[in-house]
């Protein structure tokens, strides 16, 4: 998905930040609700943005069970900084286990292990080099 297609300032151009500091990301990683006709919100959403000082990341969520609970944060100077874009994903990957560690709600539970394997596809596996 482009930026541009979620709608927002017709000037806000992918990399640059806003009046706000607020990133316009260059690029988005979507899971899709799978739901015959949904046309809401992403169940995860990884946004990365590249600039000329690195890779920034965010990353949204929204549940549809339990009590529904979300969460998504804009990309600013606040967030790290990585070298590359594996790391800013990697990143927001591990946040995603971080906010969904303590989940006591069965239905929300098994959302979350399929989000989680969605975005752990999104890591490249690390091969060992001495094996």
Request: net charge negative; aromatic share 8%.
């Amino acid at each position: 998905m482009t930026p541009a297609s979620r709608g927002g300032e017709d000037d806000w151009i992918p990399g640059q930040k806003n009046d706000h500091g607020v990133y316009c990301p260059t690029e988005v990683l979507r899971m899709e609700r799978d739901k015959k006709g949904w046309c809401g919100v992403a169940r995860v959403e990884i946004d990365l943005c590249e600039s000329s000082d690195g890779w920034r990341g965010s990353r949204g969520f929204q549940f549809f069970s339990g009590d529904h609970w979300g969460s998504c944060s804009p990309m600013t100077d606040d967030g790290p900084l990585h070298p590359t874009r594996e790391a800013a994903i990697k990143e927001q990957v591990e946040r995603l286990h971080r906010d969904f560690a303590n989940l006591d709600d069965p239905a929300m539970q098994k959302e979350a292990r399929e989000m989680l394997e969605w975005a752990d596809g999104l890591v490249p596996v690390q091969m060992d080099m001495f094996a």
